[in-house]
């Protein structure tokens, strides 16, 4: 066995973001322990051809048509044993919750979810993966046969350092019968379209529980304003209702990647964290010089934001004048 397979999830006529992001780490991965790195996808190739992969193997089956957990994996086991890859990795999408962990069962496997990085020690990957609400790591060392199987954490891996070459497409037809699907998907969840595109901001200052009231909102707005940010906030914010659901950055929110995020009054928990770490500068202003917002980023002000964000408004004026 050997070779890193990634598992892409496309996402309508697109890929899901995070499957680029897996893409990313495959690529790394590989090159760390001297394998070759091949794609799969349920659907058509599109993009992947144009990434820097060994193979794409493109799935098509007609059964496969809408998202089921018993045709993936059926599918996606017969690819697998036909292409004996060593290592296994998937975006750690809500759809790869559903399906992996029975896929790698299918291998006597067990599926190491969620992981935020890796390391190689003598040509073998150790993953990283988050405990405790972020508060300790460990190190998931991989026992047993071969495949592995590991799915990667949204905005653990940067998804433009995934390496572009022409590559080969190859479509793999599984032998799949109905009678092996016992789901009936329906039309799949959409949600409202959002007004605020926080996805697209190069410049977002996100506000937390620091700020105390709503009536004090206004602060961090002149903020975003002098800037020419978009406001985002943590989930407690928005669970107020002192700013609208859809300005909520993290695991249960919308996942950020601006030039700048500057965090306001905001701890910096691992579900907020998954929202924004992919920023290429944070920026963070909190009183408590132990918040764990500090360990993610680049440049940290350790005070009173009561008195640190009018004071930045007059300097940010004053540059622009
Ligand atoms: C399933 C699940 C999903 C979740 N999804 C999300 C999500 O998508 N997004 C999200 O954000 N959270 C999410 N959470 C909640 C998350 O666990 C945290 O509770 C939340 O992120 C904390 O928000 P906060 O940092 O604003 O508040 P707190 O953790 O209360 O932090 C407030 C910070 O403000 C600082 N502060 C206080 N006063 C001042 C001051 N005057 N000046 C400067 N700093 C000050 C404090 O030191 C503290 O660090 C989720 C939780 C669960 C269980």
């Known amino acids: 066995m050997s070779g890193v397979l990634v598992v892409m999830q496309r996402n309508g006529a697109d890929f899901h973001r995070m499957s680029w992001e897996s893409l990313a780490a495959g ?53 697998i044993r036909k292409i004996n890859p060593s290592i296994v990795l998937f975006p750690h999408t809500y759809q790869v919750r559903d399906f992996a962990p029975k896929l790698a069962t299918r291998f006597n496997q067990v599926l190491v979810s969620d992981a935020v990085g890796f390391r190689v020690e003598s040509g073998a990957p150790i993953f990283v ?14 026992g047993g046969g071969e495949p592995h199987f590991a799915s990667i954490q949204a905005g653990a891996f940067r998804a433009d350092q995934v390496e572009e070459a022409a590559s080969q497409v190859e479509n793999f037809v599984p032998e799949l019968s109905p009678d092996i699907i016992r789901a009936q998907p329906q039309e799949p969840f959409r949600e409202s379209a959002r007004a605020v595109d926080l996805t697209s901001a190069d410049i977002i200052v996100s506000v937390g529980r620091g700020i105390k009231e709503k009536d004090n909102i206004p602060i961090v707005e002149q903020l975003a304003k002098a800037l020419g940010a978009e406001l985002a906030a943590s989930r407690p914010i928005c669970d ?61 002000i350790v005070g009173d934001l009561f008195e640190v964000v009018p004071a930045l408004v007059e300097e940010v004026k004053k540059a622009k004048l």
């Open 129 to 142: 993966r988050q405990l405790f609400q972020g508060k300790l790591n460990a190190d998931v060392k991989l």
């Open 27 to 79: 690529q790394q991965l590989a090159a760390q322990t001297g394998q070759n790195v091949s794609a799969a996808v349920v659907g058509e190739a599109g993009q992947l051809a144009g990434k820097k992969l060994e193979r794409v193997y493109s799935v098509q089956h007609q059964l496969l048509g809408a998202y089921t957990a018993d045709g993936f994996t059926a599918a996606l086991e017969q690819l």
């Open 240 to 300: 107020s209702g002192w700013l609208p659901m859809e300005r909520q950055v993290g695991s249960s929110g919308q996942t950020v990647s601006p030039k700048m995020y500057l965090a306001v009054g905001i701890s910096g928990a691992i579900q907020h964290l998954v929202g924004m770490k992919g920023a290429k500068t944070i920026v963070a202003i909190n009183k408590d010089a132990n918040a764990p917002i500090f360990e993610v980023a680049d440049y940290g």
